[in-house]
Protein backbone atom coordinates (compact mmCIF):
# COMPACT_ATOMS: atom_id res chain seq x y z
CA UNK A 1 0.00 0.00 0.00
CA UNK A 2 1.54 3.34 -0.98
CA UNK A 3 2.57 5.56 1.65
CA UNK A 4 3.58 9.16 2.55
CA UNK A 5 7.14 9.07 3.36
CA UNK A 6 8.84 11.84 5.54
CA UNK A 7 12.33 12.44 6.72
CA UNK A 8 13.92 12.57 9.52
CA UNK A 9 11.36 11.05 11.62
CA UNK A 10 13.26 12.90 14.69
CA UNK A 11 15.28 16.16 14.46
CA UNK A 12 17.07 17.99 17.96
CA UNK A 13 17.89 21.29 16.72
CA UNK A 14 19.46 24.28 19.14
CA UNK A 15 17.45 27.79 18.69
CA UNK A 16 18.48 30.19 16.03
CA UNK A 17 19.52 27.45 13.78
CA UNK A 18 18.03 26.46 10.18
CA UNK A 19 15.68 22.97 9.75
CA UNK A 20 14.22 21.64 6.89
CA UNK A 21 11.82 18.92 6.51
CA UNK A 22 11.70 16.33 3.39
CA UNK A 23 8.25 15.01 2.30
CA UNK A 24 7.39 12.37 -0.44
CA UNK A 25 3.49 12.04 -1.13
CA UNK A 26 1.86 9.20 -2.29
CA UNK A 27 2.16 8.70 -6.29
CA UNK A 28 0.06 10.70 -8.30
CA UNK A 29 -1.14 12.87 -5.16
CA UNK A 30 -1.63 16.66 -6.52
CA UNK A 31 -2.56 18.04 -3.13
CA UNK A 32 -0.12 18.19 -0.71
CA UNK A 33 -0.33 19.56 3.32
CA UNK A 34 1.78 20.33 5.72
CA UNK A 35 0.61 20.44 9.67
CA UNK A 36 1.94 21.24 12.81
CA UNK A 37 0.86 19.02 15.95
CA UNK A 38 1.70 20.76 19.72
CA UNK A 39 1.69 18.24 21.86
CA UNK A 40 -1.53 17.45 23.77
CA UNK A 41 -3.27 18.96 20.36
CA UNK A 42 -4.84 18.24 17.19
CA UNK A 43 -3.21 19.02 14.07
CA UNK A 44 -3.16 22.57 12.49
CA UNK A 45 -2.74 23.13 8.68
CA UNK A 46 0.20 25.33 7.81
CA UNK A 47 0.26 25.07 4.24
CA UNK A 48 -1.54 23.08 1.12
CA UNK A 49 -0.13 23.01 -1.97
CA UNK A 50 -1.87 21.98 -5.94
CA UNK A 51 0.56 20.42 -7.98
CA UNK A 52 3.27 23.32 -7.12
CA UNK A 53 1.02 25.98 -6.41
CA UNK A 54 0.07 27.52 -2.43
CA UNK A 55 -3.40 26.96 -2.35
CA UNK A 56 -3.12 28.09 1.59
CA UNK A 57 -0.52 29.40 4.11
CA UNK A 58 -2.84 31.69 5.97
CA UNK A 59 -1.09 29.98 9.12
CA UNK A 60 2.57 29.38 7.78
CA UNK A 61 4.51 32.05 9.85
CA UNK A 62 6.29 33.44 7.40
CA UNK A 63 8.34 35.50 8.77
CA UNK A 64 10.34 31.93 9.83
CA UNK A 65 8.80 29.28 7.65
CA UNK A 66 8.70 28.47 4.63
CA UNK A 67 7.54 25.71 1.99
CA UNK A 68 8.31 24.87 -1.28
CA UNK A 69 7.05 22.26 -3.89
CA UNK A 70 9.20 22.92 -6.71
CA UNK A 71 8.23 19.95 -9.60
CA UNK A 72 4.63 19.42 -7.91
CA UNK A 73 6.04 16.25 -6.22
CA UNK A 74 7.86 16.34 -3.02
CA UNK A 75 8.00 19.29 -0.85
CA UNK A 76 10.26 20.59 1.78
CA UNK A 77 9.28 22.49 4.85
CA UNK A 78 11.78 24.84 5.92
CA UNK A 79 12.41 27.34 9.50
CA UNK A 80 14.90 29.74 9.89
CA UNK A 81 15.78 30.23 12.79
CA UNK A 82 14.36 27.91 14.95
CA UNK A 83 12.99 29.00 18.04
CA UNK A 84 11.69 26.85 21.09
CA UNK A 85 8.25 27.39 20.20
CA UNK A 86 8.47 25.43 16.87
CA UNK A 87 9.15 22.00 18.86
CA UNK A 88 6.28 19.85 17.75
CA UNK A 89 5.51 17.20 15.17
CA UNK A 90 5.09 17.82 11.71
CA UNK A 91 3.46 16.35 9.42
CA UNK A 92 3.15 15.92 5.52
CA UNK A 93 -0.63 14.78 3.82
CA UNK A 94 -1.34 14.01 0.56
CA UNK A 95 -4.80 13.37 -1.48
CA UNK A 96 -6.26 13.35 -5.17
CA UNK A 97 -7.75 16.66 -5.37
CA UNK A 98 -10.39 17.00 -2.43
CA UNK A 99 -10.38 13.35 -1.59
CA UNK A 100 -9.33 11.50 1.43
CA UNK A 101 -5.96 12.99 3.05
CA UNK A 102 -3.13 10.50 4.06
CA UNK A 103 -0.69 11.41 6.34
CA UNK A 104 3.13 10.33 6.80
CA UNK A 105 4.66 9.27 9.86
CA UNK A 106 5.74 12.67 11.15
CA UNK A 107 9.26 14.95 12.05
CA UNK A 108 9.43 14.88 15.62
CA UNK A 109 11.39 18.56 16.18
CA UNK A 110 12.73 19.14 19.01
CA UNK A 111 14.35 23.09 19.53
CA UNK A 112 16.95 23.42 22.58
CA UNK B 1 -12.00 26.06 15.40
CA UNK B 2 -13.14 22.81 15.05
CA UNK B 3 -17.21 22.99 15.04
CA UNK B 4 -17.64 19.38 16.85
CA UNK B 5 -17.60 18.34 20.49
CA UNK B 6 -16.41 14.97 21.97
CA UNK B 7 -15.81 13.49 25.31
CA UNK B 8 -11.92 14.04 25.97
CA UNK B 9 -11.58 10.37 27.23
CA UNK B 10 -13.42 7.17 26.71
CA UNK B 11 -12.40 3.41 28.08
CA UNK B 12 -13.26 0.24 26.40
CA UNK B 13 -12.86 -3.62 27.23
CA UNK B 14 -11.25 -5.67 24.59
CA UNK B 15 -13.31 -7.36 22.30
CA UNK B 16 -17.00 -5.09 23.21
CA UNK B 17 -18.18 -2.38 21.05
CA UNK B 18 -16.60 1.09 21.06
CA UNK B 19 -19.04 3.55 20.73
CA UNK B 20 -17.47 6.99 20.38
CA UNK B 21 -20.11 10.16 20.53
CA UNK B 22 -19.66 13.44 18.38
CA UNK B 23 -21.53 16.74 18.73
CA UNK B 24 -21.72 18.90 15.69
CA UNK B 25 -24.85 20.77 16.55
CA UNK B 26 -24.06 23.42 13.89
CA UNK B 27 -23.46 21.81 10.71
CA UNK B 28 -24.68 22.74 7.52
CA UNK B 29 -26.44 20.65 4.58
CA UNK B 30 -23.19 20.80 2.52
CA UNK B 31 -20.34 19.55 5.63
CA UNK B 32 -19.40 16.06 5.91
CA UNK B 33 -18.50 13.95 9.07
CA UNK B 34 -15.26 12.77 8.95
CA UNK B 35 -13.19 10.53 11.38
CA UNK B 36 -9.41 10.53 12.05
CA UNK B 37 -7.69 8.55 14.55
CA UNK B 38 -4.04 8.99 15.79
CA UNK B 39 -2.21 6.25 17.38
CA UNK B 40 0.61 7.57 19.41
CA UNK B 41 3.93 9.07 17.83
CA UNK B 42 1.89 8.42 14.19
CA UNK B 43 0.15 10.63 11.41
CA UNK B 44 -3.52 10.69 11.84
CA UNK B 45 -5.54 7.45 9.87
CA UNK B 46 -8.44 8.25 7.99
CA UNK B 47 -11.42 5.93 9.40
CA UNK B 48 -14.95 6.64 7.72
CA UNK B 49 -16.55 9.40 6.78
CA UNK B 50 -20.40 10.30 5.59
CA UNK B 51 -22.71 13.24 4.87
CA UNK B 52 -26.33 11.88 5.88
CA UNK B 53 -27.21 8.27 5.56
CA UNK B 54 -24.97 5.87 7.53
CA UNK B 55 -21.97 4.33 6.69
CA UNK B 56 -19.28 0.80 7.31
CA UNK B 57 -16.19 0.24 5.77
CA UNK B 58 -13.61 -3.10 7.45
CA UNK B 59 -12.79 -0.77 10.29
CA UNK B 60 -16.04 1.03 11.40
CA UNK B 61 -19.16 1.98 11.01
CA UNK B 62 -20.76 5.92 11.23
CA UNK B 63 -24.21 6.21 12.97
CA UNK B 64 -25.20 9.67 11.95
CA UNK B 65 -29.01 11.13 13.35
CA UNK B 66 -31.32 11.85 11.20
CA UNK B 67 -31.20 15.55 11.76
CA UNK B 68 -27.16 15.41 11.61
CA UNK B 69 -26.62 17.42 14.60
CA UNK B 70 -24.52 13.78 16.26
CA UNK B 71 -22.84 11.15 15.33
CA UNK B 72 -21.72 7.95 16.74
CA UNK B 73 -18.65 5.78 15.74
CA UNK B 74 -18.38 2.61 16.28
CA UNK B 75 -15.85 0.44 16.58
CA UNK B 76 -17.48 -3.37 17.06
CA UNK B 77 -14.55 -5.54 18.54
CA UNK B 78 -12.00 -3.13 19.99
CA UNK B 79 -8.49 -4.39 20.22
CA UNK B 80 -5.50 -3.23 22.03
CA UNK B 81 -4.02 -1.79 18.64
CA UNK B 82 -7.55 0.35 18.42
CA UNK B 83 -6.15 2.77 21.42
CA UNK B 84 -5.87 6.15 20.32
CA UNK B 85 -6.94 9.32 19.40
CA UNK B 86 -10.43 10.06 17.81
CA UNK B 87 -10.81 12.80 16.11
CA UNK B 88 -14.45 13.67 14.45
CA UNK B 89 -14.30 16.56 12.07
CA UNK B 90 -16.77 18.30 9.97
CA UNK B 91 -16.08 19.93 6.79
CA UNK B 92 -17.69 20.82 3.07
CA UNK B 93 -15.83 18.51 0.71
CA UNK B 94 -13.29 21.41 -0.53
CA UNK B 95 -12.47 22.63 2.88
CA UNK B 96 -9.36 22.03 4.89
CA UNK B 97 -9.50 19.54 7.64
CA UNK B 98 -9.61 21.35 11.01
CA UNK B 99 -8.83 19.14 13.91
CA UNK B 100 -10.02 19.92 17.80
CA UNK B 101 -8.57 17.77 20.65
CA UNK B 102 -10.40 14.47 20.08
CA UNK B 103 -11.18 11.95 22.02
CA UNK B 104 -8.53 9.38 23.97
CA UNK B 105 -9.99 6.10 23.53
CA UNK B 106 -7.87 3.39 26.08
CA UNK B 107 -8.71 -0.52 25.26
CA UNK B 108 -8.39 -2.36 28.15
CA UNK B 109 -7.65 -6.29 28.40
Known amino acids: ?75 TLKIQPAELGDSAMYLCASSQGWETEYFGPGTRLLVL | DAKTTQPPSMDCAEGRAANLPCNHSTI ?27 ETNEMASLIITEDRKSSTLILPHATLRDTAVYYCIVREYTDKLIFGTGTRLQVFP
Do not use: M
Open chain 2, 28 to 54: SGNEYVYWYRQIHSQGPQYIIHGLKNN
Open chain 1, 1 to 75: EAEVAQSPRYKITEKSQAVAFWCDPISGHATLYWYRQILGQGPELLVQFQDESVVDDSQLPKDRFSAERLKGVDS
